[in-house]
T-cell receptor, first 116, second 114 residues
């Protein structure tokens, strides 16, 4: 069963506007971690932001913030003031403590395209 | 300075061949991983390895085997390559733990099996 769901295969956003990329997850653990990665067309995986399940405040890193709604099991990524360089694939991932080996389970990704 | 490096970047080979991909990290991390990204961009964990144990994703065929000569290296060996093995393979590393220990990824190796 898919544990991480990203329902938006592709999205467009106008430059300088904010955009929200959706991510929902499924776990029975109380302790887990949620990550967002960016993959530009060049192919590398770039870490953006992390949210722990016990963190009371939403994580923020520059123009990135994570809208964490634990009861709804959602961890949406918000990018403010979109830039052309934000055009990329974005992946949500989860790490569960019972998932031996510290491994990440990834969602299917969302391709974001920023229009000038 | 490259944190996680992989060689080669591109690998084209015939079905049935055996090949290896090398991975090195200079971050001092204790855990390394291999992921496979298919043509639809879906990322799937293959292995997790630290100095204590190797964890294998149960869906990975036993033709794939990781080999770690030391903590900084985790190489991927693939025997009897098949067409379906064509993908991008990413190596990653992190500190083992339950906090915000993000995984740092290598640049990927694009494997094409003809």
């Amino acid at each position: 069963a898919q544990k991480i769901t990203q329902t938006q295969p592709g999205m467009f956003v106008q430059e300088k506007e904010a955009v929200t990329l959706d991510c929902t997850y499924d776990t029975s653990d109380q302790s887990y971690g949620l990550f967002w990665y960016k993959q530009p067309s060049s192919g590398e995986m770039i870490f953006l932001i992390y949210q722990g399940s016990y963190d009371e405040q939403n994580a923020t890193e520059g123009r990135y913030s994570l809208n964490f709604q634990k009861a709804r099991k959602s961890a949406n990524l918000v990018i403010s003031a979109s830039q052309l360089g934000d055009s990329a694939m974005y992946f949500c991932a989860m790490r569960e403590p019972n998932n031996a080996g510290n491994m990440l389970t990834f969602g299917g990704g969302t391709r974001l395209m920023v229009k000038p | 300075d490259t944190a996680v490096s992989q060689t080669p970047k591109y690998l084209v080979t015939q079905m049935g061949n055996d090949k290896s991909i090398k991975c090195e990290q200079n971050l001092g991390h204790d855990t390394m991983y291999w992921y496979k990204q298919d043509s639809k961009k879906f990322l799937k964990i293959m292995f997790s390895y630290n100095n204590k144990e190797l964890i294998i994703n149960e869906t990975v065929p036993n033709r794939f085997s990781p080999k770690s000569p030391d903590k900084a290296h985790l190489n991927l060996h693939i025997n009897s390559l098949e067409l379906g093995d064509s993908a991008v393979y990413f190596c990653a590393s992190s500190q083992y733990g339950t906090g915000g220990n993000e995984q740092f990824f290598g640049p990927g190796t694009r494997l094409t099996v003809l």
